[in-house]
């Protein structure tokens, strides 16, 4: 991921987006931290299950 660019994910990238995000999810033990990859998760899913749903993550 480049922290200063934008990732755009479509659909057939979730799989792997998800379990990525599920390890860290596992890992943290900060709350807030948690909350955010959670809803994050939320989203993740939603765009799995949709086709032509793309989720976009924007660095600084």
Request: charged letters at 30%; aromatic letters at 4%.
């Amino acid at each position: 991921m480049d922290p200063y660019g934008t990732l755009t994910l479509g659909s057939r990238e979730m799989s792997q987006f998800i379990s990525e995000i599920s390890t860290e999810l596992s890992r943290t033990e900060e709350h807030g931290v948690q909350e955010i990859l959670q809803g994050v998760l939320r989203l993740a899913g939603e765009c799995q299950n949709r086709d032509g749903m793309e989720l976009r993550l924007d660095g600084d």
